[in-house]
């Protein structure tokens, strides 16, 4: 295996994305928009073309649009092999050459992972199967739940409070279709925005008719003699009927694929370099494998350099175009993937949009509107600087805190705004859950020794 | 008064070409001579501040307007209250979204999309009565009756009372812009008069429409419903009058700069013949390249802020000069060079952040329109004088006439 010099590359090499995804997308434009001529090669698992998934929460489930109408649009032609439909299996990295489902081997000068991330399932896979369960992840996903909310379902039961399952339950309201939200937490959005902003989330479902339930957790779900899902049981003691089931529990990594490769994935994603470069398990950077998207772990200089894995759109396009960028130039004109984290929600009508890490904030303050009015910008503190800001139907300010947030501006903001008002002087608690008690996603007990005999078992919160 | 570069922008004499001044006036990001305005002239810079929520647009937080020649009239002595173009939030705020209501989604998603027969049916008869095409002036003749004739229609304003508020309308746009020959007093007086009487008349119209509500604006505005309680009544009155006069005073220019931009540029006037779907890119690179609005006197901030390395102190004066951000070379390749296949046109040209131009897809459509059609039916156009005579104004800027031949006006 000799190595190929850049211009060789360019001209015939061969580059491999395995993720027909946003990011696998965006990073294949870039690719040949960079002069790239040889041959690219895009694998992915499903059998669509790359889509979009922000909508398939918002306006596929509210019957606006359809999941088949959700493919990215194109910004250049691509000229790709695609081979979609196939999953990658195995990785091979001193031979570099990618395993295929079918048996097939893709070899490559330059790999770039972006498998993403596939909804957490329910963790009993007998209740999982039921009918009637669904998670909310893939088209597929998207296009099943929202047929069977065409149908009028008597109850929707949405496990987990995050984004996701407040976006569904939104759309379920909106489609005057009756809604529990069982949440382990103490309220929606705790986990990214914390607890002050978490409470007028809570108001914001239960006014708008959602039956939100916090800090208890779905034991089982019960299904009827035909397989099709009829109950909940709640850690609370109570049974809840409800015809259809989503588990909204946040999502795992796909990284299994690349067990034993070498590469240094593991659940928490694949970790790389700021210049999207590949560590191996030895903590080496590779030259040749790049990640982007939501399953890259990378450093950022803005949040003390910790390892971050975003599964943010934006982010997801950001760090394509650089990966693809790095992966075509020579080490010096290499571009760190610097991308300040940002993404925006949409529910029971409220435009929700954050910038930075807002659950690195210890602190929060208003600094423009009101939670009352549910218009408002709150700020987030962490050590004596801006860390992080969301805003709820306010969206138009936040430029302004992404800039705060990148010079290290002090916190508490100290300069008045147009739009402060009496309440937003002070900081208080951000209230975040503390974060050695997992609240998102259940907790499972590994029983057992051989692998024959392992078991998972729920481990309700405080119980 | 001041001297030097803004004076120069401000003089009648480079009304036809500013960017040469905006050119020079980009070495410094953040210009200031002592006394007058700090003048910000670069894209990065207005962009930031347009986002900047220490930044307030009421005059009210303006300390000392001494040395603006643009912040000459005091508010206080306004016949109306300040519109909601020069409020803070949360009044900002509120008066905007009730607006919003009857003009846009999620109340009203298919208003403006609604009204293009309307706007394609007043075009057409405007061309179709456009007379010799040997002699047209295309501000009089169209680019002026058009967005007038559809904000009266949108608002419920008789399109025959025109005569009565055009004079007060072009009393209230000369007065943001300052005239070195007028008397500063007669001229506040004037502004003061015109103010009052458009009140008065909206007053009378909306009193009307209260008794016999339609589907215009100003019916469903003073019906008023929705979550915030209704405008009172001067809050109406202000909101009616911006709407009225903002509604036509920029689509003008818009309309005629892009006129004008196309007759000296005829490859692309060729191609919009062909290809009437270029119209959408073309007006924005048109907002870009030529914005009706050409800088932003009323910001000013609310404590000292530092831009690009210079200290604004609290309460002063600033203009946001949007025409020299959009030719900025720092943020645009080749900037003076008019392209609508240019991708990256993120402009400055309606403005940027909560007051960016409430009326923007109504300004849109209508230049869309417009330009596609004078391109189909006018045959071989041609300008008749180049530069064209401009109005004084140097906020407002557009050609008072814009003399054009052709060989024929083709039919509908």
């Known amino acids: 295996m000799h190595e190929v010099t850049l211009d060789h590359l360019k001209r015939e090499g061969r580059i491999v994305v395995v993720g027909a995804s946003l990011a696998g997308l965006r990073a294949a434009e870039t690719i040949r928009d960079k002069g790239f001529t040889g041959s690219l090669t895009m694998i992915g698992d499903e059998p669509y073309e790359p889509y979009d998934r922000p909508p398939l929460s918002k306006g596929v489930l509210l019957g606006k649009s359809t999941a088949e109408r959700t493919a990215l649009p194109r910004r250049r032609a691509i000229d790709a092999e695609w081979r979609l439909g196939t999953a990658a299996t195995g990785l091979d990295m001193a031979a570099r050459r990618v395993r295929l489902a079918d048996g097939d081997e893709v070899p490559y000068d330059r790999l770039l992972i972006a498998t993403g991330v596939r909804a957490r399932p329910w963790p009993n896979a007998a209740e999982g199967e039921l009918d009637g369960v669904f998670v909310l992840r893939t088209r597929d996903d998207g296009a099943a739940l929202a047929r069977r909310l065409d149908a009028g379902p008597r109850r929707v039961l949405v496990i987990g409070a995050g984004f996701t399952g407040s976006e569904i339950a939104s759309a379920c309201r909106e489609r005057g279709v009756q809604v529990t939200v069982a949440e382990r937490g103490d309220a929606p959005l705790v986990g990214a925005l914390g607890g002050v902003i978490g409470a007028v989330a809570a108001e914001l479902q239960r006014e708008n008719g959602v039956d939100l339930r916090t800090g208890v957790m779905v034991t089982a779900l019960e299904g009827d003699s035909t397989g099709r899902v009829r109950a909940a049981h709640l850690s609370d003691g109570t049974t809840l009927e409800c015809d259809v089931v989503v588990v909204s529990l946040g999502a795992q990594r796909n990284t299994e694929w690349l067990a034993g490769s070498g590469l240094g994935a593991g659940p928490r994603g694949i970790a790389c370099d700021a210049g999207c470069r590949a560590f191996d398990i030895r903590g080496i950077v590779t030259d040749d494998i790049y990640v982007a998207g939501d399953v890259a772990r990378s450093p950022h200089p803005l949040f003390g350099y910790q390892f971050l894995s975003l599964e943010h759109w934006g982010n997801a396009v950001s760090q394509a175009e650089t990966a693809a960028h790095n992966m075509l130039s020579v080490s010096t004109d290499r571009r760190p993937h610097i991308w300040v984290p940002a993404f925006w929600s949409s529910q029971f009508g409220v435009n929700i949009k954050s910038v930075g890490v807002p659950s690195m904030g210890s602190e929060i303050m208003i600094a423009q509107g009101s939670l009352a009015e549910r218009r408002f910008t709150g700020v987030y503190g962490y050590q004596g600087r801006v860390i992080g800001a969301v805003t709820f139907d306010n969206a138009r300010w936040l430029q302004f805190y992404q800039q705060q947030i990148e010079t290290t501006a002090p916190f508490p903001v100290p300069f008045p705004t147009v739009d402060r008002r009496p309440d937003g002087h002070r900081p208080v608690p951000a209230d975040f859950p503390d974060p050695s008690v997992p609240t998102h996603g259940p907790t499972i007990t590994l029983s057992g020794y051989s692998p024959a005999d392992r078991r998972m078992t729920f481990t309700p919160a405080g119980h | ?412």
């Open chain 2, 1 to 412: 008064m001041t001297h030097g570069i803004l004076s120069d922008i401000l003089d009648y004499a480079n009304r036809a070409n500013p960017y040469p001044l905006y050119e020079e006036l980009r070495r410094t990001p953040v210009f200031h001579d002592g006394s007058g305005p700090y003048v910000i002239s670069t894209y990065y810079e207005i962009q930031g501040l347009l986002h900047d929520p220490r930044l307030s647009s009421d005059a009210r937080n303006l300390a000392a307007t001494a040395g603006d020649p643009l912040a000459g009239e005091a508010e206080e002595e306004a016949a109306l209250p300040p519109s909601f173009l020069k409020l803070d939030p949360p009044e900002h705020d509120r008066l905007r979204r009730m607006t919003n209501r009857p003009f846009g989604p999620p109340h009203s998603p298919r208003r403006v999309d609604g009204m293009r027969d309307d706007l394609r049916a007043i075009v057409t008869g405007l061309i179709d009565n456009l007379g010799d095409p040997g002699r047209i002036d295309l501000v009089d003749q169209f680019a002026y009756p058009f967005p007038v004739t559809m904000i009266c229609r949108l608002l419920g304003v008789p399109r025959e009372d025109e005569p009565r508020f055009h004079v007060w309308a072009d009393t209230l746009a000369a007065s943001l812009d300052p005239d070195p020959d007028a008397d500063p007093a007669e001229r506040q007086r004037k502004t003061h008069d015109s103010r009052m009487e458009l009140g008065m008349y909206l007053a009378g119209l909306i009193e009307e429409r209260r008794k016999h509500p339609g589907d215009d604006m100003l019916s469903q505005l003073a019906a008023g419903h929705g979550q915030d309680e209704s405008m009172s009544t001067m809050e109406l009155l202000s909101t009616a009058a911006l709407l009225l006069i903002a509604g036509h005073e920029t689509t003008v220019n818009l309309i005629t700069n892009g006129m004008l931009t196309l007759l000296r540029n005829p490859d692309v006037l060729e191609r919009l013949r062909r290809e009437p779907e270029l119209a959408a890119p073309l007006v924005e690179e048109l907002l870009r390249f030529e914005p009706p609005v050409q800088l932003l006197p009323q910001r000013t901030p609310l404590v000292d802020i530092e831009v690009g390395g210079v200290t604004i102190p609290k309460g002063s004066s600033m203009w946001l000069i949007l025409a020299s951000g959009n030719r900025d070379p720092k943020r645009f390749e080749n900037p003076d060079r008019f392209d609508p296949d240019r991708r990256d046109v993120q402009h400055l040209g309606l403005g940027s952040g909560i007051h960016s131009c409430f009326g923007a897809p109504l300004a849109r459509l209508e230049a869309q329109l417009a330009l596609t059609e004078l391109a189909r039916r006018l045959h071989n156009p041609r300008l008749l004088e180049d530069p064209p005579p401009y109005r004084q104004n140097a906020v407002l800027r557009g050609p008072r006439h814009l003399r054009i031949a052709c060989d024929e006006v083709r039919s509908a």
